[in-house]
């Protein structure tokens, strides 16, 4: 939470505050920094570069699944789901917050 | 003849594009050693001169991560045995969303294949104000492009206009050999989205258009609270469809099944061949096909919430609830499918990347109750429970059929969360999946997908049930015995079928089913439905001599409802023992096809007779130490 309120007032397009993508609520964005190692799917980071989650683009949380559990990303024009575990390996630099029009 | 191949991300207007081509002149088999459907077709590229186009199945990229996507990069870079590598490759690219589109097509062209591009639904591109730059395009990518649209018809002509100049350089110049390996460094992909940013900031451009209809519908639909609630009452809706809709071909069909019957006896002069054919081939292969409209119903369901874009949310939805008992969201397309028949669920668990989660999904889909269990439920439902109104809209046994159902799922949750601890166990499963954006189905997909399931059903009604039949009849007819004289023809034909050898096993039987509540009578059904549950109904008509009527089961309800031997636990131990058994051929060899071999079927029916015997032994207790 604290990472977020510091988020929402930072008004720097590159802030520094850098957090997973998991952690991210509905309407907040960032720009993806890096890949952390995926134990449960060794291939996960390939296949999310490959479907256009590359370092360096910008991501936003759209909708967060109703039961939890799970986001729903866009990134590069689509609308991509998947899972909070899967979305724990992204490194964010988050860039705007939800509070923001 | 020249092959080409159409090759496409998931809803890229691929099949739309390949149906537009070939229109009927489909056909579909299956990949060597697994059951992934492989649709060819027949394209003209000149008066008299024609090719095979191929539809591949749907892939992110070339780096496969599903059984699907394994097929599409090994047919592309020629490494399955048992086919050959196209000559050409038509790359599909989506206009609505070429930012993504674009990544296959450049994998595509690192294969260095004859490649031409197209772009698929242009007509939406345009309401979005999306103008594509063709020859910019082409420029850049360094390979033609072609504009198309499938339900506009445009592009068609100039799409085979230039294949046949790919084919005609071909033909100078064989296609290059060996494949070449697929880099994914994560160096290489970067570089790849960049070709694709700058390929698009010179031939694309977006004008500001009114706002994103798939975000508005969205925002509905994935809403906390409204999302799940038009879930629950879409599938609520659609279940209540089919079964009120579908009864009436229903109906029609299981008279015409009968009128057929009586024809036949009449024409044919009595004796085994009219046997044979009246109460062997044409009851038990009649006895199915009557599902037929209710298996289409809820394709033609499931083919719309595809295409439209739904079915991805469900999955993304109830996500949460796949999760809880380790399997995928992925999972909730093929067990939903299972509800009109295991078999197609069971090939729609390819889209699950786990190996183990789509094992344990194959695995629990035949628990999901079937339209073939309906006819049971049914019967049994209208011979023990009372038809009362319960809080004035609901009916009882209107109550007790959906509990069924509820315990079909029940009874799939458990398993899979089981297995996922123990025979295949496995740890937390990614879900990763494209939301696509919302899209007017197509009609004609819909039928030709439809036209595609009746054929495949129609096939194995007329192959394995077949079959079966004939066989069942064999068993319940052979061999013959004088009745005493002084009986009824009904009753004649109750007292052969006791001593035939279906009868006489059923009779051996007995002692096993005895703590389930049955006698040898339901013996003999069980036994004749171990291929096919819906057999069960024209058996159990046979055994008490009532001659079972298709167009209503009063008959066979009251017959029941007066057997001293069937009672209230013995109904609800039937019920628990067909919502858990495996009594399906198809299933079985479609399992093993699918897992490519014998040892999971095996398993599948071990585990599930288990269960259904135990389950049934437990309610047969219970509801007599209740009653």
Redesign the interface.
């Known amino acids: 939470m604290i990472l977020n309120k510091l988020a929402n007032k930072s008004t720097a397009r590159y802030s520094l505050v850098m957090t997973r993508l998991a952690r991210l609520r509905a309407g907040q964005r960032g720009v993806i920094d890096s890949f952390h190692h ?4 060794p ?10 989650l ?4 910008e991501i936003e949380v ?9 986001l ?1 990303v866009r990134c ?8 909070l ?2 979305a724990e390996i992204v490194e964010i630099r988050l860039t705007a917050g939800a509070d923001e029009p | 003849m020249t092959r080409v191949a159409l090759v496409g991300s998931p809803n890229s207007g691929k099949t739309t594009l390949f149906n537009a081509l070939t229109g009927s002149r489909q056909k579909t088999g299956n990949y060597a050693g697994v059951t992934i459907e492989k649709k060819e077709g027949i394209i003209e590229l000149a008066p008299g001169r024609q090719a095979t186009l191929l539809d591949l199945p749907g892939a992110y990229s070339l780096d496969a991560r599903t059984p699907d996507e394994a097929i599409t990069a090994e047919m592309v870079r020629g490494a399955r045995a048992d086919e050959s590598r196209p000559e050409i490759v038509i790359a599909v690219a989506d206009s609505t969303n070429l930012e993504r589109n674009l990544y296959l097509v450049l994998q595509l062209k690192e294969q260095k294949l004859p490649l031409v591009v197209a772009l698929t639904m242009s007509d939406l591109a345009e309401k979005q104000g999306i103008e594509v730059r063709r020859e910019k395009l082409e420029q850049a990518l360094g390979v033609p492009v072609v504009v198309t649209s499938a339900v506009k018809r445009r592009g068609l002509k100039e799409l085979i206009d230039e294949v046949r100049g790919l084919a005609d350089r071909g033909a100078e110049a064989p296609v290059p050999g060996p494949a070449i390996d697929v880099d994914n460094s994560s160096a290489r992909i970067i570089e790849r989205y960049q070709t694709i940013e700058a390929t698009l900031k010179s031939a694309v451009s977006r004008k500001q258009t009114a706002r994103d209809v798939t975000r508005a519908i969205d925002r509905v639909l994935l809403h906390k609270v409204l999302g799940p609630l038009i879930l629950f009452v879409a599938f609520a809706l659609m279940f209540q469809l089919i079964f009120s809709f579908a009864k009436i071909p229903m109906d029609a069909l299981a008279a015409a099944v009968s009128l057929l019957q009586d024809k036949l006896r009449a024409a044919l002069p009595p004796g085994d061949f009219q046997s044979l054919l009246v109460d062997g081939v044409i009851a038990g292969v009649g006895a199915v096909v009557v599902f037929l409209p209710q298996i289409l119903l809820l394709f033609a369901f499931i083919l719309l919430f595809e295409d439209s874009g739904y079915l991805a949310r469900a999955a993304f939805i109830l996500d949460r609830l796949m999760s809880r008992v380790g399997l995928s969201g992925r999972a909730f397309i093929p067990l939903l499918s299972s509800f009109a028949c295991a078999i197609p669920g069971i090939m729609a668990s390819r889209t699950v990347e786990n190996r183990r989660d789509r094992l344990i999904t194959i695995m629990v889909s035949p628990l999901m109750t079937c339209s073939a269990r309906i006819p049971v439920y049914t019967m049994l439902i209208a011979a023990f429970v009372p038809a009362t109104r319960v809080f004035g809209v609901f009916t009882l046994q209107g109550l007790v059929m959906s509990g069924l159902y509820f315990f079909g799922i029940v009874a799939a949750l458990v398993v899979a969360a089981v297995l996922k601890r123990t025979v295949l166990k496995s740890g937390t499963s990614s879900f990763v999946m494209e939301l696509p954006t919302y899209k007017i189905p197509s009609a004609r997909n819909l039928l030709l997908g439809l036209y595609d399931r009746a054929r495949i059903f129609l096939r194995r009604a007329g192959t394995i049930i077949l079959g079966v039949s004939v066989v069942l009849w064999a068993l319940a007819t052979y061999p013959k015995t004088e009745a005493p004289r002084g009986l009824d023809d009904k009753a004649v034909a109750a007292y052969r079928l006791e001593h035939s050898i279906a009868g006489r096993a059923g009779r051996a039987f007995e002692p096993l089913i005895r703590p389930l509540g049955y006698d040898w009578k339901i013996g003999v059904a069980l036994i004749s439905s171990f291929a096919a549950r819906e057999v069960v109904l024209s058996t159990l008509g046979t055994v008490y001599a009532i001659g079972y009527d298709k167009e209503n089961n009063t008959a066979l309800v009251n017959r029941v409802r007066q057997e001293k031997t069937f009672t209230l636990a013995t109904a609800v131990s039937l019920l628990v023992f067909y919502a858990l058994a495996l009594q399906c051929v198809s299933t079985i060899a479609i399992t093993r096809r699918e897992t490519n071999s014998w040892r999971w079927p095996a398993f599948m029916f071990a585990y599930m007779t288990t269960l259904a015997y135990t389950m049934s032994w437990l309610a047969y207790r219970v509801v007599t130490f209740l009653a």
Do not use: C, K, N, Q
């Not at chain 1, 759209?62 to 799970?70: L, Q």
């Not at chain 1, 590069?76 to 899972?83: D, Q, Y």
């Open positions: 995926s134990h449960h799917d291939r996960l980071a390939t296949r999310l570069m490959e479907m256009g590359t370092v360096g683009s759209a909708y967060e699944a109703p039961f939890g559990g799970a729903a590069r024009g689509t609308l991509i789901a998947l899972r575990g899967d």
